[in-house]
């Protein structure tokens, strides 16, 4: 057999794309002595093709859905709360996206887990642009964290630093006894750490008052200012009719451009959908302001100053123009030292292709605290999600994470799928991009979905269906699916609900 022949031969998946990549596993597996450091080289900068990563997805759906899953009558032999189980004890910090796929991929019953979290629930933060103005309940996009994993225990508390070399979490929680209150200190060992942390007023004082200044506009920023337009225009009309010609909303992008990730064309109808004339007389025509180029330069009470010297009085203001770094990841990285020096990070733990801190094999940090080195990634949900899943599975086969490259226990097999693709090095994480959606109003949106190399764009009409119908089917749990379905369907037929404005 030529080399060529035995290259393209590797899995039979050569049409898949396959070949190339799976080469060097299957090689590495079979020699003795391996360069771990060459080894670890190549599979950091490892990229499959797009067809070979949704078939390694698909198949790795496909072996989890084979892996039979820990019974609820079991909880009480394999809680976690039981002291001396003998277990490694793995902490996680944190309640959100990277979080909560990772705990609800994870099976709990084979280590000591607890998460540690001031918010003792999941959001669906894509959809709080709704949630804030009614269009679906709070609840409906939410999911307690015990329900996402019974095995797991839950601690709410506040994390207030990491001892790196004493491999513990200082926390801080709100005891109250009556009407009394204290806040309590505390420690939580670890093995592995998962990061993932009225009068009347005069015309221009109630012009301020219904003033709404959005800073970014990211797909967030502009979901926010279309959901906030659609409910000014359907359902303030019939409670306060005499409010509605002091109405501004005022959407604020330091760039020249919105919705960065997409493409012109797209953008161009995103601008064109936000700013089209309002369905209501007694609304200004102009009441939707984009100002693009204007950075904000300082945020007071009552106004909001802007670079080039325009201030805008305001009277609710959203910033959805980026974050930033926690204290405790910060923490993590000064006490970390030298290792994690990045100028791409800006802040976030630095971590590998197999998302462990550089400089503490023992901390893994997954979502938007994390940065991984030269492999870039966007922070959004989608990135958490499946990093949480991913970092999930390794648990899940016991890899051993202390190896320079690390190794899967030769030994043991979750299922007859994972006894066939299981190799001797665990593979690294690699993002696979579903695409962007962004909803712009009035039951229009934009979807581009990427299909390997090409992009399938949808607005409008057809654009809103794929937007709701992609939520809706990602939505965490069944009962999710069908609060939020219920909560559009009533919003349609009803309106939405204003009575906690």
Known sequence: VSPADEKESDLGLSQFGLSTETTTLQRAAEVDKEDVGT??????????????????????????????????????????????????????????????ALIKTMDATK??????????????????????????????????IREANPFVNYLEATATGVDVKGKSVQCQSVICDGAECSIQDFQVPYDKLIVSVGADMSPEERTRTLTFVIAGAGPTGVEFTAELRDFIEQDVPRYYTDLLPHVRIKLV?????????????MQQKAVKDLLQPPKVDSLSENFVELLLESAVQEVTRTDIKLKDGTVIPYGIAVWAAGIGPLPITLNIREQIGEEQEDEQARGRVVVDRWLRALGADDVLAIGDCSCVRGYPLPATAQVAAQQGTYLGRLLNKEVDMAEVVPRLPTEKSLNALDAIRRKKFAKPFQFLSLGILAYTGSNRALAEIDVGSRKLEYTGNVGWLTWRSAYLTKQVSLRNQCMVAFDWVKTSLFGRDLTRF
Not at 122 to 144: D, K, N, Q, Y
Request: a neutral charge; hydrophobic letters at 40%.
């Open 39 to 100: 080894i670890y080289a190549d599979l950091s900068n490892r990229q499959l093709s797009y067809p070979a990563l949704v078939m390694d997805r698909l198949l790795d759906g496909l072996e989890d859905s084979l892996t039979p899953k820990p019974k609820r009558a079991n909880i009480g032999a394999h809680s976690p709360a039981r002291k001396d189980t003998g277990k490694a004890k793995v902490v996680i910090l944190g309640s959100g996206w990277g979080a909560h």
């Open 111 to 144: 280590y000591d887990v607890c998460v540690i979290s001031p918010r003792n629930f999941f959001v669906f933060t894509p959809m709080l642009a709704g949630a804030a103005t009614g269009t679906v309940e709070c609840r409906s996009i939410t999911e307690p």
């Open 253 to 265: 992008e330091a760039s020249d451009r919105v919705l960065m990730q997409f493409q012109s064309s």
